[in-house]
Nanobody, 128 residues
């Protein structure tokens, strides 16, 4: 069992930066793939970024490539999402997620239903 707590959201101006954090407790974190998803009002939860369990592969939705960076610190049982050059369309509730896997195939990271553990969500609002 893994419990995730995400934080770091807030209100920023367009073009600004924000770092989201997700802290895990429970099981050893090193064998979990991790990801970030977001959900805007009236829309389905969408994939944003993922990092494989071994830290060797990263994946991003096209709309955030070059602006967002996902990273992890297994010693701290933490995953981060550094967001730069934020746009109003990035406004959403952001959720961290984790899954037990040995795969680095993107197919196992892009779908929300692949993940077993979720944070409570943190609101990111980008003003125009």
């Amino acid at each position: 069992q893994v419990q995730l707590v995400d934080s770091g959201g807030g209100l920023v101006q367009a073009g600004g930066s924000l770092r989201l954090s997700c802290l895990a407790s429970g099981r050893t974190f090193s064998n979990y793939g991790v990801g970030w998803f977001r959900q805007a009002p009236g829309k389905e939860r969408e994939f944003v970024a993922a990092l494989s369990w071994n830290g060797r592969s990263t994946y991003y939705v096209d709309s955030v490539k070059g602006r967002f960076t996902i990273s992890r610190d297994n010693a701290k049982k933490a995953v981060y999402l550094q967001m730069s050059s934020l746009k109003p369309e990035d406004t959403a509730v952001y959720y961290c997620a984790a899954q037990w896997t040995y795969s680095t195939n993107f197919n196992y990271y892009r779908g929300a239903n692949e993940y077993d553990h979720w944070g409570q969500g943190t609101q990111v609002t980008v003003a125009s």
